[in-house]
């Protein structure tokens, strides 16, 4: 049972270029987090999905951002017309449906996007 | 405001001597309380999770502990490895929204 995958590892775009993150979760888990995380800072929420649903966007900023889990394939994060301030490590995290431990999450490795 | 503290920001201490690390949560409503640990350019790893009802947990050289009345979280560590430098953070779950609320950690440094 593999983990939780993201890719790329590392992806590099130019200012006013897209970014798409990609992060496949663990086998029979339906939970799907994305969490941001500065240098030197702790993770910050950003949104919260299901099977073709987002249950909690509070952590999205409004503009640029969006993500998505569709029924088929991987979850994607994806960053419009990025900027300097875009540059951080994105993790993505999934747990099962709800059962006995509410909320045991797996972190995949992260991405770290840079922004040039 | 649902806020998770904890204290030191960072530590150094000597290999072979334990440490303890602080979580203060004003999480609510409470569902669980776990510890993480992120080495560097890696995710987070998950070491203990408890709920409500439990006031410790063990894992290996790892001991958590949990005071659901003030609130606060321990995470022990014994006979400290250089492996263990990292940084440790405190997670706190809230019930119903499975959004889990996460500390800035404490970067350990543990020297030979």
């Known amino acids: 049972n593999a983990g939780v995958m993201q890719n790329p590892r590392h992806l590099v775009r130019r200012r006013g270029q897209e970014a798409r993150l990609r992060c496949s979760p663990m086998?029979?888990?339906?939970?799907v987090y994305w969490y941001r995380q500065l240098p030197e800072e702790g993770l910050k929420f950003m949104v919260y999905?299901?099977?073709?649903?987002?249950?909690?966007e509070s952590g999205m900023p409004k503009e640029r951002f969006s993500a998505e889990f569709p029924k088929e394939g991987p979850s994607i994060l994806r960053i419009q017309q990025v900027v300097r301030g875009d540059s951080a490590a994105y993790f993505c995290?999934?747990?099962?449906?709800?059962?006995?431990?509410?909320?045991?999450?797996?972190f995949g490795q992260g991405t770290r996007l840079t922004v040039v | 405001k649902n806020q998770v503290e904890q204290s030191p920001q960072s530590l150094i201490i000597l290999e072979g001597k334990n440490c303890t690390l602080q979580?203060?949560?004003?999480?609510?409503?409470?569902?669980?309380l776990r510890w993480y640990k992120q080495d560097t350019g890696r995710g987070p790893v998950s070491l203990t999770i408890?709920?409500?009802?439990?006031n410790t947990k063990s894992n290996g050289r790892y001991t958590a502990t949990l005071d659901a009345d003030t609130k606060q979280s321990s995470l022990h560590i014994t006979a400290s490895q250089l492996s263990d430098s990292a940084s440790y953070i405190c997670?706190?779950?809230?019930?119903?929204?499975?959004?889990?609320?996460f500390g800035t950690g404490t970067l350990l440094a543990v020297q030979p």
């Open positions: 995290a999934s747990s099962p449906p709800m059962g006995p431990v509410v909320g045991e999450a797996f």
């Open positions: 086998k029979g888990h339906s939970h």
């Open positions: 999905l299901q099977k073709e649903n987002i249950i909690d």
């Open positions: 979580c203060n949560y004003t999480v609510s409503p409470f569902s669980n």
């Open positions: 408890m709920t409500f009802s439990e």
């Open positions: 997670v706190v779950s809230a019930s119903a929204t499975n959004k889990l609320i």
